[in-house]
T-cell receptor, first 111, second 113 residues
Framework: GQQLNQSPQSMFIQEGEDVSMNCTSS?????WLWYKQEPGEGPVLLIALYKAGELTSNGRLTAQFGITRKDSFLNISASIPSDVGIYFCAGQYSGTYKYIFGTGTRLKVLA | NAGVTQTPKFQVLKTGQSMTLQCAQD?????MYWYRQDPGMGLRLIYYSASEGTTDKGEVPNGYNVSRLNKREFSLRLESAAPSQTSVYFCASSDIRDRQPQHFGDGTRLSIL
């Protein structure tokens, strides 16, 4: 089945560093969502984007809806140990109720 | 404000047994979804219900059935469980028309021996 290309697959960073990850698709999306999943839990919504070019922040997290509508980016500033987890992007096509998920970026923060 | 509630949280079955996973949401969302997540992989859509009274196949529907019991509840049934269905199952709900993004439950961890 189709999945989004999400990169990088994993990251090991030092506490205090900034993090960037992205998702790309061959198709145009109407909505981009970013989730964080911790072990043993369900994905938790971080940011929702609905318009090309939109830039939205949630605390230290900032996400952007790419102008081409085929990509999205998530940045985390000044990372802390509790940022550890797997980050997923998800896109929704126009005219459908389905979401397509990326394969995830596994983030580890070294104190 | 519970959001999306899944039961049970854990279950072990023998091959060939049947089971129903339950999901309920209290956000008044129209759409509900069932996903499975396998180790190291993202989420794959099994079935979804765009609105009460409708259900549609997702990416991996074989071996599963669903019932949209009412607006709040969406159940997933395994009629004859197989080891390949060992996975973590997540239910989610959303309301695209109202720009309510998808929210997930905490999952059901299912092992089939």
């Amino acid at each position: 089945g189709q999945q989004l290309n999400q990169s990088p697959q994993s990251m090991f960073i030092q506490e205090g560093e900034d993090v960037s990850m992205n998702c790309t698709s061959s198709s145009i999306f109407n909505t981009w969502l970013w989730y964080k999943q911790e072990p043993g839990e369900g994905p938790v919504l971080l940011i929702a984007l609905y318009k090309a070019g939109e830039l939205t922040s949630n605390g230290r997290l900032t996400a952007q809806f790419g102008i081409t509508r085929k990509d999205s980016f998530l940045n985390i500033s000044a990372s802390i140990p509790s940022d550890v987890g797997i980050y997923f992007c998800a896109g929704q096509y126009s005219g459908t109720y389905k979401y397509i998920f990326g394969t995830g970026t596994r983030l580890k923060v070294l104190a | 404000n519970a959001g999306v509630t899944q039961t049970p949280k854990f279950q072990v079955l023998k091959t060939g047994q049947s089971m129903t996973l339950q999901c309920a949401q209290d956000m008044n969302h129209n759409s509900m979804y069932w996903y499975r997540q396998d180790p190291g992989m993202g989420l794959r859509l099994i079935y979804y219900s765009a609105s009460e009274g409708t259900t549609d196949k997702g990416e991996v529907p074989n071996g599963y059935n669903v019932s949209r019991l009412n607006k709040r509840e969406f159940s997933l049934r395994l009629e004859s469980a197989a080891p390949s269905q060992t996975s973590v199952y997540f239910c989610a709900s959303s309301d695209i028309r109202d720009r309510q993004p998808q929210h997930f439950g905490d999952g059901t961890r299912l092992s089939i021996l």
